[in-house]
């Protein structure tokens, strides 16, 4: 909530009850969604709505760290007698001793001994509850483990696995790294190069001009002026040619205000009416239609930046 409006002011508003009915409702309803999905679709939110095993399935390939069941040692699982060997000591029995701690754990109530599934988050729990368990009956650790799928061969025929780092340190990944990278340096770039303030201009269409008692025309414009600094910032508005030049003998008003100046609140967006008032007999107020451009500066900032929009006139 806090992110999408002012947070202190919401925050007050809501300490004291003042807040806005539509805040409530959305805090109501993003309650209600958390404990619904949270609370009893879990398993199918990870699993049906969460785009990350799609992703996380796309980017891997046969030398993707993931966790892992090494079934060649933990195969025929079942109970272990004191002092009974098993495949690690060189017997013919599994390790696994079926105590079922790995698939207790698992937040998506999998069995990670049945070989990789979509619904594994790789949260790792299975890999410290059976090392927990590995550890009370003497055996060493890794059952369950981070492996790639490339070392399967390779421990099955009793070779060494490769080094953790060389699953971490190649092409694949380092292009991933740049890549990801590179969109953050530019999301950065981007953020740094953003304008303080944005404009918004909307020529009122009715009526499209007013024809005043001594002939002038007047048109109206509303604009919407957002002030994205952290500090209340006063705006001058003036208006041009298309060329860019002062617009000779016109005049720009403010409503409700005595000068040209808008004060915009921090972080907020503000909605003025002003008014562009051509002298009788003008260029400006003769022709149909001319296109100008109004312009706002940030006086505390010398920033300056125009939107074009269109002046109408009697068309004679």
């Known amino acids: 909530m806090f992110y999408f409006t002012d947070a202190p002011t919401l925050l007050r508003d809501l300490v004291t009850l003042n ?11 993003m309650t209600a969604t958390t404990l619904v999905f949270g609370g009893f679709m879990r398993e199918q939110v990870c699993i049906y709505m969460c785009p990350w095993p799609r992703i996380q399935a796309a980017m891997m390939d046969e030398s993707t760290l993931t966790v892992a069941y090494r079934d060649w040692r933990g195969e025929e699982r079942g109970k ?3 002092g009974e060997l098993t495949r690690s000591d060189g017997g013919t029995k599994g390790d696994c001793i079926d105590c079922m701690a790995c698939v207790n754990v698992c937040p998506m109530g999998i069995d990670i001994r049945d070989g ?10 299975c890999i410290d509850a059976c090392d927990e368990v590995m550890a009370r009956i003497g055996k060493p650790r890794g059952l369950i483990d981070y492996m790639a799928l490339s070392d399967e061969t390779v421990e099955r025929a009793g070779g060494r696995a490769r080094p953790i780092i060389s699953h971490i340190l190649r092409p694949r990944t380092l292009v991933y790294f740049a890549l990801w990278s590179g969109f953050g340096v530019g999301l950065l770039v981007l953020l740094l190069m953003r ?15 007013v024809t005043m008692s001594d002939g002038s025309i ?23 040619d298309g060329a860019g030049q002062p617009i000779p003998g016109a005049e720009l008003v403010l409503e ?16 003025q009416r002003i008014y562009l008032t ?4 003008s260029a400006l107020a003769q022709q149909g239609r001319t296109d100008i451009d109004l312009w706002v500066e940030g006086q505390g900032q010398g920033i ?12 004679m």
């Open 116 to 125: 990789q599934q979509l619904e594994c988050i790789t949260c790792a729990l």
């Open 80 to 82: 272990i007698h004191k």
């Open 278 to 281: 051509a002298p009788a007999g």
């Open 304 to 315: 300056r930046t125009s939107v074009g929009t269109v002046f109408h006139g009697k068309g």
């Open 195 to 209: 304008s303080p303030f944005d404009l918004n201009v909307t020529p009122v269409r009715n009526p499209q001009f």
């Open 256 to 271: 409700g205000h005595s000068d040209n100046t808008l004060t915009v609140p921090a972080d907020a967006t503000q909605m």
């Open 218 to 240: 007047r048109n109206a414009y509303e604009i919407r002026l957002r002030n994205k600094d952290g500090s209340d910032q006063p705006f001058a508005i003036t208006a041009t």
């Open 19 to 29: 807040a806005h009915p539509v805040a409530w409702s959305t805090i109501a309803i």
